[in-house]
């Protein structure tokens, strides 16, 4: 069977969002868009699986997929990590641990060349990166992460564009991904703690923060994009205030956060 990578991208979300994938999830989103495409006619449209039947498949993995991308191996048994230094930066971090750096790269580079203002591009820079460590509520988790060090209006982005995610706003150029109806189910519907922080950050006076990352997490859509760190650079230094100890041994409330994605083979 000939598939069309570009439209088989475009199912996932784009490039950005299959670039967050990791190999096993990539090959059982090409088996379901093959079946796909056996079971449909030319003229239907995708077949997506129900919330029961992605809820059905939970036994069938020896992982859990809220899992934090450091913990899973993609293919076999996971890699030995290089040591970090004694006193680590944010870069060291986006060198050296976290797993989604192509994905935000991306995201921050679609925000930066549409001439965001840099705190935008700097939620998007920021936004997946704790899938590292966990995936499952990683609005709250990341903005828990990061909100010792940068703005508060950074952290309100990274914190609500998970809720955000599953509600469309087409005036802002966010339509609802055919991804969420592959993970989720198309007729899963988010629990009431999600409606409720989507209403919330509607009405909010900082709701085109999380909604701008919500568009660029999506639409970076350019298959032959390439992207580095070097814009970012000087945007880092203004916007995050890096603990002079480095981060997880600065004793703050979320240290213990960095010291997992630091030393994440100790057992206890």
């Known amino acids: ?43 239907e449209k995708p077949k997506f699986p129900t919330a029961a039947e992605v809820e059905a498949q939970i036994n069938t993995r020896p992982y859990r997929r809220g899992a934090g991308g450091l913990f899973v191996a993609t293919s076999g048994n996971v890699n030995r990590l290089a040591p970090m230094p004694v006193n680590p930066t944010l870069m060291d971090f986006f060198n050296l641990r976290f797993t989604t750096v192509r994905h935000v790269l991306q995201s921050a580079t679609d925000a930066l060349k549409k001439g965001q203002p840099e705190d935008i591009v700097f939620a998007c820079l920021l936004h ?24 508060e209006q950074v952290t309100f982005a990274i914190r609500y564009h998970q809720a955000l995610r599953f509600y469309p706003d087409p005036q802002a150029g966010y339509e609802y991904p055919d991804l969420y109806r592959r993970m989720f189910g198309h007729d899963y519907e988010p629990p ?76 206890l």
């Open 128 to 151: 997946d990166t704790v899938h590292t460590l966990m995936k499952t509520d990683h609005g709250w988790w990341g903005a828990q992460m990061f909100e010792p060090y940068v703005s």
């Open 192 to 267: 009431a703690y999600i409606e409720a922080a989507y209403k919330y950050a509607r009405n909010h006076k900082w709701y085109g923060h999380p909604r701008a990352v919500t568009v660029h997490d999506l639409y970076a859509f350019d298959p032959k994009a390439k992207v580095s760190m070097d814009p970012f650079v000087d945007i880092i230094g203004r916007h995050f205030k890096q603990p002079k100890e480095g981060l997880g041994n600065d004793n703050g409330p979320v240290a213990h956060f960095w010291r997992t994605m630091a030393r994440p083979d100790i057992p």
């Open 1 to 43: 069977m000939e598939i069309d990578r570009r439209l088989f991208i475009a199912s996932l979300g784009g490039v950005s969002a299959v670039a967050a994938m990791g190999h096993e999830a990539r090959a059982e989103a090409l088996e379901h868009y093959m079946s796909d495409l056996l079971d449909t006619a030319d003229d």
